[in-house]
């Protein structure tokens, strides 16, 4: 694939919206607030990394947000602090070369849930709202997204859990050399409710407390003009599929190698890396043995941001490449230094990424 360059990007997540914020969270994490007694529906655990002060109508204004849910009100506000950092004004003249890619794992959980309820209890069934159907699609997001900034280039939302970021990365990249956009915003966001917190708690044999939030990038293909030159370039994304659990970690480890020989680096180039969270701390450790066989003798350092945002199955990638971002941007030391991403999930599914980085205003020869 070619390189995928960022020009900017955004971020809403309980330990802050600004690189500072994003890096100072590594070190000195947030607890988890607490959040039992604000549903009417039982929680799994009475703490989360949940963005409780978080008021679309603050943010966006009244109108046009009354029947947004909560992941379609986080992904307007972050796709708009997304243009507002890469400083991409949108015009009648490249609208229509604008799209919206999102990763996720089944969209809105709760929208589905509650709208299929009231299908069998509403008096009669029949007499649901249909203002809130559009919740229920998967890629209401993304949909609401463009209607918002008035974009209307590709929109599309994958489906694919922990690795449906790096998915979305790689489906930008085929978008770009068959020439569908010239930028396009790509991302993943996680929303809290009673639902996502049990299925987040599913299976799990850590207590890690669910999450909130996520990440969209603003992305060009290479050699295109804009103001100024990239925050990053994303060199190489491979995905692959193992079945097997006790092989997954091979299986992730071969994805990496394969990334970092597709940009011809070696593993000890590489001063970053992120697993995007795991299901289970068993898969964690897994995870990192994967890229540490991978990395041979790296010094990397290790970004995880689980402890201070939660456990965003979806969004943990998009969080994590905004830390590593945000990590350039407070450091000058680590312009054009390497970080890698990768991504496993209880079903099969793996991947990696390799990204160079830069601070804003940097040299990047």
Not at 205 to 227: N, Q, Y
Not at 256 to 271: K, N, P, S, T, Y
Request: neutral net charge; hydrophobic residues 40%; proline residues 5%.
């Amino acid at each position: 694939m070619s390189a995928l360059q960022i020009i900017g990007w955004g971020v809403t997540s309980p330990a802050g919206t600004d690189h500072p914020a994003l890096v100072g969270a590594l070190d000195r994490p947030p607890a988890p607030v607490e959040v039992a007694g604000r549903y009417d529906a039982p929680l799994p655990t009475p703490r989360a990394h949940a963005l409780l002060d978080f008021d679309v109508r603050a943010e966006l204004g009244r109108k046009g947000t009354s029947f947004f849910d909560r992941r379609t009100a986080l992904t307007v506000v972050t796709c708009r602090r997304a243009l507002a950092d890469a400083g991409l004004q949108v015009t009648d003249a490249n609208r229509h070369r604008i799209g919206v890619v999102l990763g996720t794992t089944a969209g809105s959980v709760r929208s589905s849930v509650d709208y299929a309820v009231d299908t069998f209890t509403q008096d009669p069934p029949y007499m649901v709202n249909p203002a809130l159907f559009p919740n229920t699609v998967m890629n209401c997001a993304a949909g609401q997204s463009a209607i918002w900034f008035n974009l209307t280039g590709v929109n599309a939302t994958l489906a694919g859990g922990r690795v449906a970021f790096l998915s979305v990365l790689r489906w930008c990249a085929n978008s770009f050399r068959s020439r569908q956009a010239d930028y396009l915003l790509a991302g993943a966001v996680e929303e809290f409710t009673p639902h996502t917190a049990w299925l987040s708690r599913h299976g799990r044999d850590d207590d890690l407390p669910a999450g909130e939030g996520g990440a969209v990038f603003v992305l060009r293909p290479p050699g295109g003009t804009h103001l100024r030159g990239p925050d990053a370039e994303v060199l190489a994304v491979t995905l692959g599929f193992c079945p097997r659990g006790r092989e997954r970690a091979e299986a992730l480890a071969g994805c990496l190698r394969g990334a970092l020989d597709r940009c011809g680096v070696d593993g000890g180039e590489v001063r970053m890396a992120a697993i995007g969270g795991a299901d289970d701390g068993a898969a964690r450790v897994a995870a990192w043995r994967a890229v540490e066989s991978a990395l041979g003798h790296s010094r990397a350092r290790r970004i995880a941001v689980d402890e201070a945002m939660g456990d965003n199955p979806t969004a943990g990638g998009a969080l994590e490449l905004a830390t590593v971002l945000a990590a350039h941007r407070q450091d000058p030391r680590l312009d054009g230094q390497l970080s890698v991403l990768v991504a496993q999930n209880r079903e099969g599914a793996v991947g990696a990424a390799v990204v160079r980085g830069w601070g804003r205003g940097t040299d990047r020869g």
